[in-house]
């Protein structure tokens, strides 16, 4: 019998930033086919901001000083809420065993998954928080501010996160030990994140809470996959 | 003839209580398939895990050509495929989509080479179907086609007939014969004979503890 393939040692490996940007488009187009699962923590960050108005007051000068916080305390939670999803559909269908087998740095592949995690979550989130932050009160002039502080600081909750998520990943209903294990790291983010969007809501200078949010993100960077990997790992055997 | 090699020597490997693996070897070359067969629990998959690297043995060490797999898991992990009891596949994506991603991320592929796996399965009719709309018998087919796009020396396989028809299960027997003809090697974990040809053949039977 004529084998019709070629064994190779090395064969035509691909690089490791090829392999993570085929698990992004991967990613993305799984995100797209299952909508539902892509509105959910956006949806929830719609409904917190537009009921704390009817839960407090809606005179603005009332609601303006709590803007930062509330946009803040519900982007926080509704990061958490699809962090769940991030590894456990790839854990559950055995792609993610394949990833980890596949000789291909599981780090890379998996900061790859968090930043799909990022663009599907904090970047939509980021681009909503200043139409709940206008409908709370802050000026037109916050809007940089508002998606500034956002962006920067659901990048850190994402990557802090996916340890989380790595951690609880053989854990059914995890949900509840993730927050657990998340909140308090996320705590530092919230407070950073909040007050750099208070200072731009009143227009003063937020430059100095946004690079501790900056640093924080660059901290989760560089540790996080590879904690997130050693997890993932742990959970796999 | 290269060097591919795997040998297992007297691993121990315990779940919980459980002494699962109790000193097993063995040793299979190029061109030779090694079909561990033995009842539910007798620690079939768990000595196919052991052996890709996914589950550490407490005892004894798992070589590939002559090096201990831990001294470079990653370099290791290039050489091998492994079909566990689940084909590896995402439901919302297609069968050729789920190739694309699964192999692509290992090595540069080709569309016409997908068309070609698929082919070789008889997935013709479906590769352009999601696979949550795909029979069992299809998806097996999907990751046996997956597998071959590999380009391997090494294959693990658990159960690599399940959900196949008649025909299926002969495909499955031609696949590995190609693959040792190629000078791969294979691994299997089986409840009924795979029909592959007897040269190279090897059989162990795994008992419970």
């Known amino acids: ?237 | 003839m290269s060097d591919y090699r795997l040998a297992a020597e007297n691993v121990h490997l315990w779940r919980g209580d459980h002494h699962v693996l109790r000193g097993v070897g063995f040793r299979v070359g190029a061109g030779e398939c090694l079909q561990l067969t033995g009842v539910n629990g007798a620690g079939k998959t768990t000595l196919l895990r052991t052996a890709c690297g996914l589950a550490y043995p407490e005892g004894g060490e798992i070589t590939w050509r002559g090096e201990n797999i831990r001294k470079d898991l990653h370099a290791f992990h290039a050489q091998l495929a492994y079909l566990g009891h689940e084909p590896p596949l995402k439901a919302d994506l297609t069968a050729r989509e789920n190739l694309h991603y699964w192999v692509g991320v290992r090595r540069r592929i080709e569309r016409q080479e997908i068309d070609r796996a698929l082919e070789r399965v008889g997935g013709e009719g479906w590769a352009d179907r999601p696979v949550r709309t795909l029979s069992a018998g299809q998806k097996r087919r999907a990751a046996l086609a997956g597998l071959t796009l590999m380009r391997v020396p090494l294959w693990l396989l658990d159960e690599p007939t399940t959900n196949l028809d008649t025909e299926g299960q002969g495909l499955v027997g031609e696949l590995i014969d190609e693959h040792l003809q190629a000078g791969g090697l294979a691994l299997t974990a089986v409840h009924h004979e795979l029909r592959v040809s007897a040269e190279g053949l090897q059989r162990m039977e795994l008992t419970l503890g």
């Not at chain 1, 797209?32 to 409904?47: E, G």
């Not at chain 1, 200072?199 to 501790?212: E, K, Q």
Request: proline share 6%; aromatic share 6%.
């Open chain 1, 1 to 237: 019998m004529r084998a019709e393939w070629q064994i190779s040692d090395t064969g035509s490996a691909v690089p490791a930033l090829t392999a993570a940007r085929l698990m992004v488009a991967r990613d993305l187009k799984l995100a797209f086919r299952k909508r539902s699962q892509l509105v959910q923590p956006l949806a929830f960050f719609a409904i917190i901001t537009t009921l704390f108005p009817l839960g407090v007051s809606p005179e603005l000068p009332v609601l303006r000083p709590m803007a930062a916080g509330v946009v803040w305390a519900a982007a926080l939670l509704s990061s958490l809420l699809a962090l769940e999803l991030l590894f456990r559909d790839d854990a559950q269908d055995g792609t993610l065993e394949q990833y980890a087998l596949s000789g291909r740095s599981l780090t890379w592949l998996l900061a790859a998954k968090t930043a799909t995690h990022w663009l599907l979550t904090g970047l939509p989130l980021a681009l909503m928080a200043p139409l709940a932050g206008m409908a709370l009160g802050a000026p037109a002039a916050a809007v940089p501010g508002i998606v500034g502080s956002v962006a920067v600081g659901t990048v850190a909750l994402s990557l802090i996160g996916s340890i989380g998520a790595g951690l609880t990943l053989g854990i059914r209903r995890s949900g509840a030990l993730l927050s657990l294990l998340t909140l308090p790291l996320e705590i530092p983010v919230l407070i950073f994140g909040a007050r750099a969007m208070e200072l731009a809501i009143d227009g003063a200078a937020y430059g100095v809470p946004m690079r501790f949010l900056g640093a924080l993100a660059v901290l989760g960077l560089t540790l996080a996959p590879l904690a997130a990997a050693a997890a993932v790992r742990i959970n796999l055997e």
